[in-house]
């Protein structure tokens, strides 16, 4: 089985501060991880994953995210919050010598005060 | 990545009736899923559809009420069937990256039932 959890509804940040918006998984095996974003009133948009090799992602607009085996983590960071920035943010997993459909996380809202 | 349309953008329809989302991708794929998602809420998968076979729906959905059609590689319908209030939600389609793993979705269909 394979569940993924975004522990926080929502995260507040100041602009130009660094942001991180979190997400744990559990899968049998391996994991596929991903984060999505999803802004008002659009479709959700692919910003990064982890499939295998450097632990460390670089995705879309200047987001991040780090793999961490031990912790189940894959947290995503950036290191200068933008107003632009706030959205619905979508952490998903899959095993990848299981299901071929991820779990989604329940979402975690980010707000970038100016 | 692939570009996907849906149709229509967002409908408001009495309770009783029917109604069909379109969903056209601008490339072949293999897989195409339908998601249900509340506004500012996490994504429910209804059904995987491949095509040339039936789609299968997940626990809580029935083809009676949610008949997909894929009759080619680049495009599905699914339709709401008999429609009720509790019916109203933003519908989604998306594909998978075939070397990639990630998802690609459509911009919504926003659904309200009276």
């Known amino acids: 089985a394979q569940s993924v959890a975004q522990p926080e509804d929502q995260v507040n940040v100041a602009e130009g501060n660094p942001l991180t918006v979190k997400c744990t998984y559990s899968?049998?095996?391996?994991?596929?991880l991903f984060w999505y974003v999803q802004y008002p009133n659009r479709g959700l948009q692919f910003l990064l994953k982890?499939?295998?090799?450097?632990?460390l992602v670089k995705g879309s607009y200047g987001f991040e995210a780090e793999f961490n085996k031990s912790q189940t983590s894959f947290h995503l960071k950036k290191p200068s919050a933008l107003v632009s920035d706030s959205a619905l943010y979508f952490c998903a997993v899959r095993d990848m010598g299981g299901s071929y459909i991820p779990t989604f996380g329940r979402g975690t809202s980010l707000i970038v005060h100016p | 990545s692939a570009v996907i349309s849906q149709k229509p953008s967002r409908d408001i329809c009495q309770r009783g009736t029917s109604l069909t989302i379109q969903c056209q991708v601008d490339s072949q794929v293999t897989m195409m899923f339908w998601y249900r998602q509340q506004p500012g809420q996490s994504l429910t998968l209804i059904a995987t559809?491949?095509?040339?076979?039936?789609?299968?729906?997940e626990s809580g959905f029935v083809i009676d009420k949610f008949p997909i059609s894929r009759p080619n590689l680049t495009f599905s319908t699914l339709t709401v069937s008999n429609m009720s209030p509790e019916d109203s939600s933003i519908y989604l389609c998306?594909?998978?990256?075939?070397?990639?793993?990630?998802?690609?979705f459509g911009p919504g269909t926003r659904l309200t039932v009276t």
């Open positions: 899968v049998s095996g391996n994991p596929y």
């Open positions: 559809a491949n095509q040339g076979s039936e789609a299968t729906y």
């Open positions: 998306s594909v998978e990256e075939a070397s990639g793993y990630e998802q690609y």
């Open positions: 982890y499939i295998t090799g450097d632990n």
